[in-house]
């Protein structure tokens, strides 16, 4: 037929191909001013007798309908035109100038992972649209991709097989183009059975895909006799997620594979996921023989267990142990912190704050000393037990130093210094006071600049015979304590207790207390309990005493701190409540307070003091959340109850923080989580690489 012109029009000029319905040519159409060639399909029927040409007519016709709509979509071949010549059918389509993705395979070789699903991706995308149009293509393979020379895209061709979903037509008017439609290899047992399915397109695009990756036509892949599933795991390496993916397209019987293309688009946008998925499937779920799957004995679940108990043990240790897990253990704490029971303030204390407002009025950068000293025999005439002076007065401000040098005097008044980190960065205390009323007020930073622990003893050089200093907070407590309740410090009868008030042992802090590691613990030191991020005691400003405008009950037999609060001030500091707001700092008075109050609670609210575990009972709970993880990990086969006991496991370990927190005790919640985390994570991968292993033999 070559040489031939159909409807006057259609010149043909080679062949394409050819099957049982007719043959495929290349053709030109004449009545275009440009050369311009489209793709003639001929239709034969298989009998001239008039009731069956009937029956292929209205088929022609649906065919036609269809093609129409397939060809709306930009990578399908539109329907130029259709007729019917000589009791034969017609169908003209836009020819598709490219190479097939079949004779790309040949030329490249084995496709990468990447490249396959590539080409699952944009041909999912073709059959999306066509299994909408309620259309199967019955023949998609290699041959039938075409990569379009002008963009690169894949385009999905010869549709001549396709056949429109319609329940009404009855069987045996389909039989004849049903029955054998399809390529060997490519096409699945429902179809060759005469009984297509959406799933049929799936698998013939999995093996497509298969084909690419092995390099090997299905036909030449071995068989398993026992499951009927083509054997192709060990012609290529890819990922668990893929392969799953890939086997669940291609499987034998039809209701094994997915239903619809979404359903592989979605797992295909999955494939992380779908490996883990795929590491737990039983042998029922994977159809394979129990010999291809890796069953661990007894011996190796212990084995596997006690290493990577032992080694994720000893790597979160050593993790631990060099401060890589000390950040995000203060983080934990910052937040239990920040969010605890508000105590309230404390009624034994009262805050004299110098706010802006009352600089302003003094028209300085700092009360004159006049003025400190009016308001300190202003304070003293209504009888408080103690006043603290967080002021550095060590030279005179304005006027009035001899009035300041009198107030000072008096013994309740307790004055600070600032010992310093290094020479020329110390502050003396104002000369008149007498030197065992002057506490320093030196706070000790953490790494993030944040402050979390009380000083309350120091001295300048590293040397037990060196002068000790007493910290300010202390001083004060003390003072109330001795004057209101009579109470007057110890020393501790062990290393572990610095001092003994009362009933009331203050343990030492060590290096590793809590989630701190090789913290410098030296001076006696114990962690703040903060009390309230916004009240932590009364408070009146300065032009309050010094007007007399405060109640008189407000201050006997209290303890007085006066202080600066000005938002100007660079007495600022960060503090755990800073994770509430990063612009959020607390004045030095105000963490003084925090101190005081802390030692007064302790004393006589039996407020407990801050503890922790001992070293070896946490190396025991990091040791039992590693064995707990690899036990769950190495157990549990099904996805969603891994999920699970994660999720439990992680509750628990933070639950039992915050439990001991509302104990005052801080224990490590990240040690223990980091060890549940790397021991089932380890075991995971490593069940899946024997896993992999096995499938590959």
Same mark, same amino acid.
């Given at each position: 037929?070559?040489?031939?012109?159909?409807?006057?029009?259609?010149?043909?000029?080679?062949?394409?191909?050819?099957?049982?319905?007719?043959?495929?040519?290349?053709?030109?159409?004449?009545?275009?001013?440009?050369?311009?060639?489209?793709?003639?399909?001929?239709?034969?029927?298989?009998?001239?007798?008039?009731?069956?040409?009937?029956?292929?007519?209205?088929?022609?016709?649906?065919?036609?309908?269809?093609?129409?709509?397939?060809?709306?979509?930009?990578?399908?071949?539109?329907?130029?035109?259709?007729?019917?010549?000589?009791?034969?059918?017609?169908?003209?389509?836009?020819?598709?100038?490219?190479?097939?993705?079949?004779?790309?395979?040949?030329?490249?070789?084995?496709?990468?992972?990447?490249?396959?699903?590539?080409?699952?991706?944009?041909?999912?995308?073709?059959?999306?649209?066509?299994?909408?149009?309620?259309?199967?293509?019955?023949?998609?393979?290699?041959?039938?991709?075409?990569?379009?020379?002008?963009?690169?895209?894949?385009?999905?061709?010869?549709?001549?097989?396709?056949?429109?979903?319609?329940?009404?037509?009855?069987?045996?008017?389909?039989?004849?183009?049903?029955?054998?439609?399809?390529?060997?290899?490519?096409?699945?047992?429902?179809?060759?059975?005469?009984?297509?399915?959406?799933?049929?397109?799936?698998?013939?695009?999995?093996?497509?895909?298969?084909?690419?990756?092995?390099?090997?036509?299905?036909?030449?892949?071995?068989?398993?006799?026992?499951?009927?599933?083509?054997?192709?795991?060990?012609?290529?390496?890819?990922?668990?997620?893929?392969?799953?993916?890939?086997?669940?397209?291609?499987?034998?019987?039809?209701?094994?594979?997915?239903?619809?293309?979404?359903?592989?688009?979605?797992?295909?946008?999955?494939?992380?996921?779908?490996?883990?998925?795929?590491?737990?499937?039983?042998?029922?779920?994977?159809?394979?023989?129990?010999?291809?799957?890796?069953?661990?004995?007894?011996?190796?679940?212990?084995?596997?267990?006690?290493?990577?108990?032992?080694?994720?043990?000893?790597?979160?240790?050593?993790?631990?142990?060099?401060?890589?897990?000390?950040?995000?253990?203060?983080?934990?704490?910052?937040?239990?912190?920040?969010?605890?029971?508000?105590?309230?303030?404390?009624?034994?204390?009262?805050?004299?704050?110098?706010?802006?407002?009352?600089?302003?009025?003094?028209?300085?950068?700092?009360?004159?000393?006049?003025?400190?000293?009016?308001?300190?025999?202003?304070?003293?005439?209504?009888?408080?037990?103690?006043?603290?002076?967080?002021?550095?007065?060590?030279?005179?401000?304005?006027?009035?130093?001899?009035?300041?040098?009198?107030?000072?005097?008096?013994?309740?008044?307790?004055?600070?210094?600032?010992?310093?980190?290094?020479?020329?960065?110390?502050?003396?205390?104002?000369?008149?006071?007498?030197?065992?009323?002057?506490?320093?007020?030196?706070?000790?930073?953490?790494?993030?600049?944040?402050?979390?622990?009380?000083?309350?003893?120091?001295?300048?050089?590293?040397?037990?015979?060196?002068?000790?200093?007493?910290?300010?907070?202390?001083?004060?407590?003390?003072?109330?304590?001795?004057?209101?309740?009579?109470?007057?410090?110890?020393?501790?009868?062990?290393?572990?207790?610095?001092?003994?008030?009362?009933?009331?042992?203050?343990?030492?802090?060590?290096?590793?207390?809590?989630?701190?590691?090789?913290?410098?613990?030296?001076?006696?030191?114990?962690?703040?309990?903060?009390?309230?991020?916004?009240?932590?005691?009364?408070?009146?400003?300065?032009?309050?005493?010094?007007?007399?405008?405060?109640?008189?009950?407000?201050?006997?037999?209290?303890?007085?701190?006066?202080?600066?609060?000005?938002?100007?001030?660079?007495?600022?500091?960060?503090?755990?409540?800073?994770?509430?707001?990063?612009?959020?700092?607390?004045?030095?008075?105000?963490?003084?307070?925090?101190?005081?109050?802390?030692?007064?609670?302790?004393?006589?609210?039996?407020?407990?003091?801050?503890?922790?575990?001992?070293?070896?009972?946490?190396?025991?709970?990091?040791?039992?959340? =590693? $064995? !707990?993880?690899? *036990?769950?990990?190495?157990?549990? @086969? #099904? %996805? &969603?109850? /891994?999920?699970?006991?994660?999720?439990?496991?992680?509750?628990?370990?933070?639950?039992?923080?915050?439990?001991?927190?509302?104990?005052?005790?801080?224990?490590?919640?990240?040690?223990?989580?980091?060890?549940?985390?790397? =021991? $089932? !994570?380890?075991? *995971?991968?490593?069940?899946?690489? @024997? #896993? %992999? &292993?096995? /499938?590959?033999?």
């Amino acid at each position: 037929m070559l040489g031939q012109v159909l409807k006057e029009r259609y010149q043909l000029v080679r062949m394409l191909g050819s099957g049982g319905f007719g043959q495929t040519y290349v053709a030109r159409d004449l009545l275009q001013t440009q050369t311009a060639e489209c793709v003639v399909k001929q239709l034969k029927p298989a009998s001239a007798n008039e009731p069956f040409l009937k029956v292929a007519r209205r088929l022609f016709e649906t065919e036609v309908s269809t093609l129409k709509r397939l060809g709306t979509h930009d990578r399908i071949p539109k329907l130029l035109d259709s007729f019917e010549e000589k009791a034969e059918f017609y169908l003209v389509q836009e020819l598709i100038d490219g190479e097939s993705l079949g004779d790309e395979m040949r030329r490249m070789g084995q496709l990468s992972e990447d490249q396959a699903i590539t080409i699952l991706r944009e041909t999912l995308s073709i059959l999306n649209f066509v299994h909408d149009n309620r259309v199967i293509h019955r023949d998609l393979k290699p041959d039938n991709l075409i990569r379009r020379k002008r963009d690169g895209k894949l385009c999905l061709i010869d549709f001549g097989a396709v056949k429109e979903i319609r329940t009404q037509l009855v069987d045996s008017e389909l039989t004849s183009l049903t029955v054998g439609i399809g390529t060997q290899g490519y096409t699945p047992s429902e179809q060759l059975a005469g009984k297509p399915r959406f799933s049929s397109d799936i698998f013939a695009l999995g093996m497509t895909a298969i084909h690419g990756l092995t390099g090997r036509k299905p036909t030449d892949l071995p068989e398993d006799i026992s499951s009927l599933e083509l054997r192709w795991e060990a012609y290529t390496n890819i990922s668990l997620g893929l392969r799953y993916l890939l086997k669940k397209m291609v499987r034998h019987y039809f209701y094994q594979r997915y239903q619809t293309v979404a359903q592989v688009l979605h797992d295909l946008d999955r494939l992380d996921e779908l490996e883990e998925e795929a590491d737990q499937l039983t042998i029922s779920e994977t159809a394979l023989p129990q010999e291809t799957l890796w069953q661990p004995s007894r011996q190796d679940s212990i084995r596997a267990v006690a290493i990577a108990t032992v080694l994720v043990s000893t790597l979160t240790l050593g993790l631990r142990q060099l401060g890589a897990l000390m950040p995000l253990e203060l983080q934990v704490f910052d937040g239990l912190v920040a969010y605890q029971r508000d105590l309230g303030p404390d009624p034994r204390i009262l805050l004299v704050e110098i706010n802006e407002q009352d600089l302003n009025n003094q028209q300085s950068e700092s009360p004159s000393d006049q003025s400190i000293a009016d308001a300190i025999d202003i304070i003293q005439s209504y009888n408080p037990s103690t006043i603290g002076l967080d002021l550095h007065r060590n030279i005179p401000q304005g006027e009035g130093r001899q009035s300041l040098a009198r107030s000072l005097m008096a013994a309740n008044i307790i004055g600070i210094t600032k010992l310093g980190d290094q020479a020329g960065d110390s502050i003396p205390p104002p000369p008149e006071l007498n030197p065992a009323q002057i506490g320093f007020n030196d706070i000790p930073l953490d790494p993030d600049d944040k402050i979390r622990r009380n000083l309350f003893f120091a001295s300048l050089e590293n040397d037990p015979t060196a002068e000790v200093y007493t910290s300010f907070g202390l001083l004060v407590a003390l003072h109330y304590l001795r004057e209101q309740y009579a109470l007057h410090p110890s020393a501790g009868e062990d290393d572990s207790k610095a001092m003994v008030i009362g009933d009331v042992g203050f343990k030492i802090m060590t290096s590793t207390f809590g989630g701190y590691q090789s913290i410098d613990d030296a001076g006696y030191q114990i962690p703040i309990t903060y009390r309230s991020p916004n009240q932590i005691s009364e408070r009146v400003s300065l032009t309050d005493i010094l007007t007399n405008a405060v109640d008189p009950e407000l201050i006997r037999d209290k303890v007085i701190l006066i202080g600066t609060t000005a938002y100007t001030s660079t007495d600022k500091f960060f503090t755990p409540y800073t994770l509430r707001s990063d612009s959020y700092q607390m004045s030095g008075v105000e963490i003084h307070l925090h101190m005081v109050s802390q030692f007064l609670s302790a004393v006589l609210d039996d407020y407990p003091l801050p503890w922790t575990w001992p070293d070896a009972l946490e190396i025991g709970w990091i040791i039992f959340w =590693a $064995s !707990g993880g690899s *036990l769950l990990a190495w157990q549990l @086969r #099904q %996805r &969603r109850y /891994l999920v699970m006991a994660y999720g439990g496991g992680a509750i628990a370990i933070t639950s039992t923080t915050v439990l001991f927190f509302l104990t005052n005790a801080w224990i490590p919640a990240i040690a223990p989580l980091s060890a549940f985390t790397m =021991a $089932s !994570g380890s075991l *995971l991968i490593y069940r899946r690489y @024997r #896993q %992999r &292993r096995q /499938l590959l033999r």
